[in-house]
């Protein structure tokens, strides 16, 4: 039916296995207004970027393959649109603003060394498994290890999923914010009816 | 990729989408954010039976044909919603159904999935329906599905649309109908599934949930291997 082969032996190779458990706690829950980042997404919405998952050229080699993989049993542009703002900087730069010095003190994250991104998942579509490839944050800052982080922006809604290795992260509250641990594989999904609006904050420890 | 509709600006409350009768015989809390809830609550037992042998034969029939019989679309010019090929405006469902796809980004490329129902079954059909002795043989119906990555099955209620289709019955009496599903293969990666506020997760094959009538829930995919549920639906014996 699928061929997964590829993708089942890019995880086996890299020893990834789901019965191993890992720890996911929620870091804080950041005081932030829901209103805010919904209205920017409107307002914002001709300069957003907007892209389905797959290889492209600027992106590493782990990144790509894993694209490969996904696309190859069945992920394409009408399971895995994503709209995001961030990348612009001064996209970025408004971003931090509305989140505020005394949340990025709460994250413990430097804000003159981050990235903020607010992702838009319409109903119907998903990030599929991946382990993040930061390539965004390098552009911008070189290697520096960053903490990569995911902000919920509004409140939980039925259909609004995310999943870290084998913890489902769902129910969360306006800002709760959990860490995406470096090379851990993850997914989200939106099979709800409403948008979901989540936040990456990936950015230096302070 | 540019949404052919705008979003909506106000949140979409899907109660107002379910048929009135099951409002009234199954209360709930209806509300995302409630944590005093008993959602949860509906695991009956993990059924003893060799779910490896099922899943593999089921991933064997779709292998024959390689064509998903079931997705959703919306039919803007006929302002219809079909259920594969079959426009369903005239079931219970069809509201629940409008919020998901019309004017909204469910689609046939995203709602896919293959089913395999009560005769297909062939020799698995007799000791599947031995499992739930409480519903009635003659209006027992039996569904697998399997949901391949990059699919979802939006959040709804359950309005018994293929039990009506098949019984002939010219509307469910929802205080005698009952769904019980089972987890074919243990959870994997990217395996969604929501039941009211309760979120599943580390599930073992054979693991069986009563689905209580009235209770939202949706699943979706978003892994690298097919999704696989079994589910029984029909009226219960001790009850009207």
Known sequence: MLDNQYFKKYLSDRNIDLKEHIQVDRLCTLDIDPKAFEDFANKNRQEATVKSYHPRPFLNSETNEQAINANWIGYNEHNTTETNWGLDPVHNQKLKEMIGSHNFEAMGIDPARSLVRLLEYMPGHCLPLHSDGLEGFKKLYGDLRPTRLFVAVSEWDWGHVLQLHDNVISNWSL?????????????????GISPKYTLTVTGVQQ | MKLKHPISEKRLDPKGAVPKEILEQYPWHWNPMEQNHTDGNHFMRNIDFDWKGLG??????????????????????????????????????????????????????NSQYFKIANEEFEHWQEPLMKMFPNLK?????????????????????????????????????????????????????????????HCFSQWRAGDCWDLVPGIYHGSANAGLNPKITIHWSGELKDVG
């Open chain 2, 137 to 197: 043989e003659d209006k027992m119906g039996i569904s697998l599905f399997v949901q391949p990555p990059g699919h979802t099955m939006f959040t709804h209620v359950d309005t018994y649309s293929s039990f009506i289709r098949r019984t002939g019955d010219a509307k469910a009496d929802y205080t005698v109908l009952r769904r019980y599903m089972a987890f074919v293969r243990d959870w994997d990666f990217g395996h969604f599934f929501h039941y009211g506020n």
């Open chain 1, 175 to 191: 800002g709760d914010t959990y860490v995406i641990p470096p090379n851990v594989f993850h997914a989200s999904a939106n099979f």
């Open chain 2, 56 to 109: 593999d034969w089921a991933v064997q029939k779709c292998n024959e044909h390689l064509t998903p019989q079931k997705y959703w679309r919306f039919d803007y010019d006929e302002d219809a919603i079909y259920h594969a090929k079959e426009n369903v405006n005239d079931m219970p469902i069809k509201e629940q159904a409008f919020l998901a796809f019309k004017n909204n980004t469910h689609t046939p490329e």
